[in-house]
């Protein structure tokens, strides 16, 4: 009897002696503690929250005559992946100007679903379709963007967020004309 609890004894230290080094090499959490992070993945692999928020200005275009447009742009919907998101993007501006004896001052408020593709995550184009009303005449919208993240960070999971720069190129097609309006933007974003 004293042999077999001895000779257990023993086989165990032996047993538990030999799995000591590899279990050095596998870290496993305690409860509660957080993991490690950097076994964490790098880059997502799903879909997640984007938003992002700019203000912009640039002429409003027509056969009218010729408005200076200022305003800002909201963005929150889907990051599908890395490469392609789709989102809600409302607009509220305020336009002036005019020419000759004619002078006109309005607001304009809008949104435009909208499809985007980044490229190396630096590059972004985009467009989609929208409705707009510009004081009292309202229609259909069409909606282009395109730009750039000069300045951007990834988090450890691998969300980017940064300073958006670049153009948005809208068609209002309206009854009374066609607006055209390239409004050059800054802001942020988070995809």
């Known amino acids: 009897m004293r042999f077999g609890l001895s000779g257990l004894a023993l086989m ?11 279990q050095e090499t596998i870290e496993t959490p305690t409860e509660g503690a957080a993991p490690n992070a950097s ?3 790098t880059t997502p692999r799903g879909m997640r929250f984007r938003f992002g928020v700019s203000a912009g200005a640039g002429p409003l275009l027509s056969s009218l005559p010729t408005f200076i447009y200022g305003g800002a742009d909201l963005r ?17 501006g305020f336009y002036g100007g005019g020419g000759g004896n004619f002078a006109a001052f309005g607001g304009l408020i809008g949104g435009s679903v909208l499809g985007e593709v980044t490229f190396w995550d630096r590059l972004f184009v985009g467009g989609g379709l929208g409705y707009g009303i510009l004081n009292n ?13 000069p300045a951007m960070s990834k988090s450890d999971t691998g969300r980017r967020k940064g300073l958006m720069l670049g153009v948005d190129f809208r068609v209002h097609l309206l009854d009374v004309a066609t607006f055209i309006a390239p409004t050059f933007c800054i802001g942020y974003e988070s995809f």
């Open 12 to 22: 165990t230290m032996m047993s538990v002696s030999a799995r000591a080094p590899a």
């Open 39 to 41: 076994a964490l993945p």
């Open 76 to 92: 929150f919907g889907l990051q599908m992946n890395d490469l392609f998101g789709i989102y809600l993007q409302p607009q509220l």
């Open 137 to 149: 005449p309202s229609g259909l919208e069409l909606h282009f963007r395109a730009g750039a993240y």
